[in-house]
């Protein structure tokens, strides 16, 4: 239903899935995931680091992560991109728009229980309420025994796990 809400949209059918990273080695496992559901389906891979203010070099290991990062994504076949903006939800909600984004990889945001589809939504949606397309966010869970829980914004579908 979200890619018949998207084609009504954009309308050429191709899928681009986002991976949204931070300056974190976890950001590796989010890419993984990103990458698997975009090789799956053919999709186009981006990734997206967002760090806020007007440097990525913020401090002295973020270089190297985002260098790390930068070919580790490479690899997975995305292409890469890096922002620095003060307001993070505006400039991925913008660049959702102007790439056409189908899917969103997160990671999982600060819920007690990620089963709470509610909650999660509530939670993500302080991330990504800029965005304002039909797209399906898939939000991969710290915890690697969990399933990745499936939300749905800007479209007419039911919550559902």
């Known amino acids: 239903m979200v890619r018949e809400a998207v ?12 991976v949204c990273i931070t300056s974190q080695i ?23 680091h967002v760090q806020r203010g007007d440097s990525i070099f913020n401090n002295s ?4 992560m985002v260098s790390m990062l930068c070919q580790y994504g490479s690899e997975r076949g995305g292409s890469i991109h890096f922002y620095c903006d003060e307001d993070i939800a505006q400039c ?6 102007e790439k056409h ?18 909650e999660l939504k509530r939670a993500a949606s302080k991330v990504l309420h800029e965005v304002k397309e039909p797209v399906e966010v898939i939000v991969v869970p710290r915890d690697d025994d969990k399933d990745n829980v ?11 796990v």
């Open 7 to 18: 084609d009504s949209v954009k309308g050429d059918g191709i899928e681009r899935v986002l």
């Open 26 to 48: 976890n950001s590796e496992r989010l890419i993984d995931k990103a990458a698997d559901l975009a090789d799956t389906q053919g999709a186009e891979l981006h990734i997206l």
């Open 61 to 64: 290991e973020t270089p190297k």
């Open 92 to 97: 991925i909600g913008k660049f959702v728009s």
């Open 101 to 118: 984004i189908t899917e969103i990889v997160i990671g999982q945001p600060p819920v007690k229980d990620i089963r709470d589809l509610r």
């Open 150 to 160: 499936h939300i749905f914004l800007n479209a007419d579908i039911s919550l559902s």
